[in-house]
């Protein structure tokens, strides 16, 4: 190629990078990602195009493929540490823990200052269940920047955990000033309201979520719960397989499920859905003493304690109470 071509190649790049940059801005994404693909064909090394390609890739919820992209970014320009500062964030959604840690480690005299790193420092700690130094994270995310709304949301969903619920509030509403319609906030009020008994004002919240995201299967998840328990069960199996459909492995909406139909009395359909809330293997309270008690309801004792007692080692509170007293 002449020189002349190459240099006008290097300008049409910049020119589709920047138009791609706009569109990002503006959340279209199917248009950045456009874009930066002719800036790419345009320039093949113009690793910031790469860079923001990646974040376009993971913006769309396409995670593995923005991660090869970063990693393209990076072989092209090592030093390019903000290509680092991504991959580590899409390596922690696709469970790559150990290069995610390698990425900030390699990066962290640049990102001193960021609250963003910390963020994702605190994140990768809660992945990997240390929650006391994920909160600590966050609080120094928060120190460099207390307006970071994810920071806030994410130790206010650690205290929730620890059932430290008014600090989570806390941290909830003051996400919420800074974003009042941020979903995770709005949908973990809704748990607590929920765990207070608060029934209107736990559906306030879900609904909150559901006029801007009709399909967010967990408040419609949430909602049906509580629709459960104020004796409107048609209407929460609705809104629980609505959720299902969207995110059909979501242990709580199965459990929930398994909750209509044990109130139905339909015991064996019941113990279909806690089966299956149970093979998914990640905590959901009740279910082991739920499941236990729908075994129990047909008279077969012997499974129920069998399941109650696995409860116990999972320290699930029903499971607990119901061994206590029909597993001596």
Not at 156 to 161: C, K, L, S, V
Not at 287 to 312: M, P, V
Request: aromatic share 8%.
């Amino acid at each position: 190629m002449i020189p002349g071509c190459r240099s006008q190649d290097k300008k049409d790049a910049a020119d589709f990078f920047l138009k791609g940059n706009q569109a990002l801005n503006q959340n279209n994404y199917t248009e950045a990602l456009r874009l930066y693909d002719e800036a790419i064909a345009k320039n093949a090394e113009f690793s910031d195009a790469y860079l923001n390609k990646g974040i376009t890739l993971l913006k769309l919820g396409k995670p593995d493929e923005a991660y090869e992209i970063l990693t393209a970014a990076i072989n092209l320009d090592p030093t390019l540490a903000q290509a680092n500062l991504v991959r580590a964030e899409t390596g922690l959604y696709l469970g790559k823990l150990k290069e995610a840690r390698m990425d900030l480690q390699q990066i962290e005299k640049d990102y001193k200052d960021s609250s963003k790193y910390y963020l994702i420092k605190g994140n990768i700690l809660e992945v990997e269940g240390n929650e006391s130094s994920a909160i600590s994270e966050y609080d120094h995310a928060l120190r460099l920047n207390k307006n970071n709304v994810e920071a806030l949301v994410n130790r206010g969903a650690i205290y929730y955990r620890l059932h430290s619920y008014a600090v989570a509030k806390d941290n909830f509403n003051q996400a919420l000033r800074l974003d009042p319609s941020q979903p995770q906030a709005l949908n973990n009020l809704g748990l607590i309201a929920t765990k207070e008994k608060d029934w209107k004002t736990a559906i306030s919240y879900f609904d909150l979520v559901l006029n801007t995201k009709p399909n967010d299967p967990f408040s419609l998840n949430n909602k049906g719960y509580v629709l459960l328990q104020t004796s409107k069960p048609e209407e929460a199996k609705k809104l629980i397989e609505r959720s299902l459909s969207v995110l059909p492995k979501n242990g709580y909406a199965l459990r929930n499920l398994g909750i209509y139909y044990q109130k139905a009395g339909q015991t064996d359909k019941a113990i279909t859905e806690f089966q299956k809330a149970i093979e998914i293997a990640e905590p959901v309270e009740m279910l082991y003493g739920l499941t236990g008690q729908a075994h129990f309801d047909q008279n077969n004792r012997s499974e129920a304690c069998k399941i109650w007692r696995q409860g116990i080692i999972l320290n699930d509170s029903l499971a607990i109470e119901k061994a206590a007293e029909f597993c001596r």
